[in-house]
Each structure stands twice: as C-alpha cells, then as structure tokens.
C-alpha cells in the first residue's frame, strides 16, 4: 500500500471522526432547536423589525411616491387623526365588555358543572361547539339572526309583542350586538379554563370549612374565589390579546358601519395599509395598537394577583 493511500484514509478518518463529534449527541439537542429559531426569524422577528423601520417611512403605493423618511410624523399624525382615536375607543370598549360577560358567564357555568350532575359530559360537548366554529361562520350566522326584517331574533320579539330592533344598522346598538356575538363564541373558552381550575383545587380546604360550619357563600368568598383567581386571570388575559386584535367577526357583521361605530383599529390598519395603501401610516398603526396592548397587559400582571394569598 502506497504512502499517498495511507495519507488518503487517515484524513478521510479524521473526516468522519470530526463529523462524529458534530453530530453526536452532545450537539443534537442544538440541531432540533434549529427549525424554530429559522422559523422565527423568517415568519416572526424579521416582518416586526421591517414593519417597525416602515413605520417611519412615507411610503403612498397609491400615489406613486417614491419612499422617502418619515421620522416620527406617523407618530404625530396618529394623535391628530380622530377616525384612530374613534376606533382605538371602539377597539378598548369592545375588550371589556366582551371579556367581562365571558368571565362572569364562563365561572358561572364552571361552577355549576363542577359537580356530579346526570348529563355533564354532553353538557361539556355542547358548550364547547361554538368555539369550534370558524369566527367567519360564526359572523354569518349571527347576521342572519340579526337580520331586520327576517332574523329569528326579532321574529321572537314580534311574538311576544315586543318592539323589534335594528341590531346591526343603528350605531346605538351595533357594537354591543358584536359583543353578544363574540360572548357566545369564546365563553366556552373561559369555561374550560375555570374548570380545569376548579377540578385541580384542593379539597381539604374545602372539607375543613365544611367541618366548621361555613356556608357555600362564606366558602365561596373566602375560598373558591381566592384560590381560582389566579387561573381567573390567565384567562382574562388570553382573551384579552385575542379580542384586541378583533377583525374577522366584526368585517363580516358590519364591515365597521354604520359609519365607523364598530370599526377597530384593526381594521383601520387594514384600511389604510391595504386599500389606501399607506403604508408606512399603516404599520405606524400597527404599532402603536400593539405597544399599548403590551402596556395593557404588564399593567394588569403587575395590578392583579397572580399567586394564591391565604390567611
């Protein structure tokens, strides 16, 4: 054997030894973490960082403007539009009413199938279906039953000789008839978190309390309430990121009208972004919706208790 072959295969030996050491198991972990950062960076951090840069641009697809650097006069011009201001109120007024109806529903319901009750898993079943509907369904359907002259809901009312509405075409009652809508869709959301947080509740507690004579008010004041609030307000602040960025139901329902009585910011930022196409005043929207949302929520951790305090 030649001494050019000996040379040959002990570098290709080293070759696969360093290869072995890469991919040995000490390494592999790192490997399988690979895809998510890509995905994050590609799908994530790379369109907020580009939105955030376009944010201080002047860039009108329209009008055929070349781009050119805004500074903070998106920002400026946000203070100054009165529609943003409309639908950030529309937007902030939608939140807590939605999410308070399905905080009360959905502990309400919780409470009362937390129990030993004929026919509590085909309840279960049926409360959970209208979080199974696609928000466009559910938008449709909702139409329909709010419909003037047609809709079930006002033929109900004629029955029982009641005045009538018009639900989606009057600005009194418009957004409150999204909020209906958004109630029946996401309270089974907030009902299965409540019960999975009343399930896992210690019962000696419980016990004891029974044991010392304690009423269910008592019991429930000074123990169920304090010991579920903290799952309470994980709840409460998953829908409230969720229903901050409303869009689906509420273009299907009224499209904002009538006018802008329903109209999100969401959906403000659609408008300018993709039919006026604005878009640097677009993502300048976006972005300032999104860092008063995180304000939002860093103020409600901080405010409300996220630990159990018992005495």
């Known amino acids: 054997m030649s001494f050019s072959t000996l040379q040959t295969r002990a570098a290709s030996s080293r070759i696969v030894t360093g290869l072995g050491r890469v991919f040995s198991d000490r390494y592999a972990k790192f490997y399988l973490v690979v895809p998510v950062i890509l995905y994050l960076l590609l799908i994530g951090i790379f369109p907020l960082i580009f939105s955030f840069g376009l944010s201080f641009l002047h860039w009108d697809v329209a009008a ?6 805004a500074g903070l006069a998106n920002y400026a011009e946000l203070l100054r539009d009165s529609r943003f201001l409309k639908t950030f109120l529309n ?15 959905g502990f309400g319901l919780a409470l009362l199938l937390n129990r030993e009750i004929r026919g509590q898993g085909i309840f279960r079943v049926l409360l959970m279906l209208p979080m199974m509907a696609t928000p466009v369904a559910v938008g449709y359907t909702w139409r329909m039953l709010y419909h003037v002259t047609n809709g ?4 109900i009312l004629r029955v029982f000789h009641l005045p009538t509405g018009t ?5 009194k009652t418009s957004l409150l008839s999204i909020i209906i809508t958004d109630v029946w869709q996401w309270t089974p959301f907030v009902f299965i978190i409540l019960l999975a947080g009343l399930q896992s509740l210690p019962r000696e507690p ?17 123990l169920t309430l304090p010991m579920i609030w903290p799952i309470m307000v994980i709840a409460i602040l998953l829908r409230m990121v969720e229903a ?13 009208g009538p006018g802008i009585s329903t109209e999100t910011s969401t959906m403000y930022a659609r408008l300018v972004s993709l039919t006026q196409f ?3 005043y677009g993502a300048a929207i976006a972005y300032v919706l999104m860092i008063l949302s995180a304000i939002i929520f860093i103020i409600l951790t901080r405010v409300l208790p996220t630990e159990v305090e018992m005495e």
């Open 167 to 171: 639900w989606l075409s009057s600005g």
């Open 91 to 105: 937007t902030i007024i939608f939140v807590i009413g939605a999410i308070t109806f399905e905080v009360i529903f």
């Open 64 to 69: 055929q403007r070349p781009m050119s650097f």
């Open 244 to 256: 901050i960025k409303i869009f689906d139901i509420v273009f299907v329902m009224t499209a904002g």
């Open 152 to 155: 079930p809901i006002n033929h």
């Open 278 to 280: 604005r878009l640097g």
């Open 206 to 222: 419980f016990e004891a309390a029974a044991v010392d004579g304690a009423s269910r008010v008592q019991i429930f004041f000074y």
